[in-house]
């Protein structure tokens, strides 16, 4: 039987990594077992997407590396990243990498435990809120609602290059049948393109929501139909981070009530 050790306290000596997710940004959001692995860390890795607050709970004798896009540099890239952390790792540090969110949705997380058990390093992972439930709850929204929505899909706007890349057009038609509501990470570049795939199986009258820095003192949001997205989002200069929401459980954000479609919350 294989036995995980979560006790992030445990072998003192030896050296780890221990992915973390920081949450959308408030650090009230943070885990209590995330906040002991950046308070024990003695080397933090930070992605763009962290908010400062949450770095200041780190040590102030831990070192902190910055890997993400900040002062308009390019981001780190992966490879140097890992390569950080194995060699950080097998020194004897106790390195957390902290991601925005949950570090297993959208974050590499999956890579990087891949490479970093290859390398004989000791891992572990620890959740946080992933910003597409933060952002909805923000707004006292729910992602699922016996009436409206069976289920939930966390799907990326931006694929990997050389991947495809998302079956927008199967999805919206999966969605509809099935009554699922679509949380769409990185999207907002690709509005144009994804509301008219979208508009190939869902109603042009699909409630729509675009929540940008959502637990943050910046958040700002729309909600429009699924036809006006991409307008929309060029009208209220929306920009990233930002989740888009599909689905008649944000209904209700929508300025002016639109009339419920035939069998929505009947
Ligand atoms: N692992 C992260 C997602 C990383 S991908 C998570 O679980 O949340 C980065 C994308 O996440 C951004 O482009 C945006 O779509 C979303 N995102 C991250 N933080 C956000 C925030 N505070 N508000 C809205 N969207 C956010």
Redesign the pocket.
């Known amino acids: 039987m294989n036995t995980v050790n979560n006790d992030l306290s445990s072998h003192p000596a030896l050296g780890q990594v221990t992915l973390v997710?920081a949450g959308?940004?408030d650090p009230e959001l943070l885990t209590i077992k995330a906040l002991k692995a950046i308070q024990a860390a003695t080397m933090l890795l930070v992605d763009d997407?962290v908010s400062e607050p949450i770095v200041a709970l780190a040590s102030p004798t831990a070192r902190v590396v910055w890997v993400g896009k900040r002062g308009g540099c390019k981001s780190t890239p992966q490879s140097f990243i890992e390569k950080l952390m194995i060699t950080a790792a097998l020194e004897g540090e106790q390195v957390v990498r902290l991601?925005?969110?949950?570090?297993f949705?959208?974050?590499r997380g999956g890579e990087e435990v891949e490479h970093l058990q290859q390398a004989g390093v000791r891992v572990s992972v620890v959740n946080?809120i992933?910003?597409?439930l933060a952002?909805v709850t923000s707004l006292n929204t729910p992602l699922t609602h016996r009436d409206y929505a069976h289920g939930v899909v966390f799907v990326t706007g931006h694929a990997k290059p050389g991947d495809t890349g998302t079956d927008w057009r199967a999805l919206a038609q999966t969605a509809r049948q099935a009554k699922l509501t679509l949380v769409i990470?990185?999207?907002v570049t690709g509005a144009a393109h994804i509301q008219s795939e979208l508009l190939q199986g869902l109603s042009a009258d699909t409630p729509v929501a675009i929540?940008?820095?959502?637990?943050?003192a910046q958040q700002r949001h729309a909600a429009c139909l699924l036809c006006d997205l991409a307008d929309t989002i060029g009208r209220e200069g929306l920009g990233?981070?930002?989740?888009i929401v599909v689905g008649d459980v944000v209904q209700g954000l929508l300025a002016v009530a639109q009339p419920l479609r035939a069998g929505v919350g009947a």
Request: hydrophobic residues 35%; glycine residues 26%.
């Open positions: 997710g959308p940004g997407l991601k925005g969110g949950d570090p949705l959208f974050g946080g992933t910003a597409g952002a990470y990185m999207g929540i940008q820095n959502a637990s943050l990233s981070p930002a989740v």
